[in-house]
T-cell receptor, first 116, second 113 residues
Framework: ETGVTQSPTHLIKTRGQQVTLRCSSQ?????VSWYQQALGQGPQFIFQ???????GRGNFPPRFSGLQFPNYSSELNVNALELDDSALYLC???????????????FGPGTRLTVL | DAKTTQPNSMESNEEEPVHLPCNHS???????IHWYRQLPSQGPEYVIH???SNVNNRMASLAIAEDRKSSTLILHRATLRDAAVYYC??????????????FGKGTKLSVIP
């Protein structure tokens, strides 16, 4: 069973640029959640996709957007990068929608984004 | 969302039990209590969860107060590999059978050889 993978592992961008981060979910999972983790803080929920539809969003502006594909892989796009967007971006996959089932989230290792 | 309060850091000697406390005085009746941990340079990993009753699994035990306003994660014998940030989380329902996790700052556990 393949775990959650993310690419790239590290990325450096300049302010104002756009970035796309990728996540490959664990096999059989239909839900992906994205989190932003600033240095020394806990992960903050950005949004979640369930069967290719956005299904919940945290307190992040619209320049943070996402996609989930039919094979349940996912992208996080950030436009007009700001210095404060420098963080570790984590994706987590789970198998949701089953009544009574427990939805443990499996996290990838993250992408470290630095905005200069 | 209901919030959790944890100590910023704790220390334990190797092979001794560790009790990590969490307060969640505004918990609602349907909130599950989750614990995840994050080892250095890794994403968080699930540890344990519960609703009302105490729970045990191969990693840890979870003791939940009768009024559910606090809980304690118990590592029975700390090892060096248990050094991590431990997050106590109340899971919120986000629709269509999906849930989101709201992390706080967690407790950084140091294990002394």
């Amino acid at each position: 069973e393949t775990g959650v993978t993310q690419s790239p592992t590290h990325l450096i961008k300049t302010r104002g640029q756009q970035v796309t981060l990728r996540c490959s979910s664990q096999s059989g999972h239909n839900t992906v959640s994205w989190y932003q983790q600033a240095l020394g803080q806990g992960p903050q929920f950005i949004f979640q996709y369930y069967r290719e539809e956005e299904n919940g969003r945290g307190n992040f502006p619209p320049r943070f957007s996402g996609l989930q594909f039919p094979n349940y892989s996912s992208e996080l796009n950030v436009n007009a990068l700001e210095l404060d967007d420098s963080a570790l971006y984590l994706c987590a996959s789970s198998l949701d929608g089953l009544a009574g089932a427990y939805n443990e989230q499996f996290f990838g290792p993250g992408t470290r984004l630095t905005v200069l | 969302d209901a919030k959790t309060t944890q100590p910023n850091s704790m220390e334990s000697n190797e092979e001794e039990p560790v009790h990590l406390p969490c307060n969640h005085s505004t918990i609602s009746g349907t909130d599950y209590i989750h614990w995840y941990r994050q080892l250095p340079s890794q994403g968080p990993e699930y540890v344990i969860h519960g609703l009302t009753s105490n729970v045990n699994n191969r990693m840890a035990s979870l003791a939940i107060a009768e009024d559910r306003k606090s809980s304690t994660l118990i590592l029975h014998r700390a090892t060096l590999r248990d050094a991590a940030v431990y997050y106590c989380i109340l899971r919120a329902y986000s629709g269509a059978g999906s849930y989101q996790l709201t992390f706080g700052k967690g407790t950084k556990l140091s294990v002394i050889p």
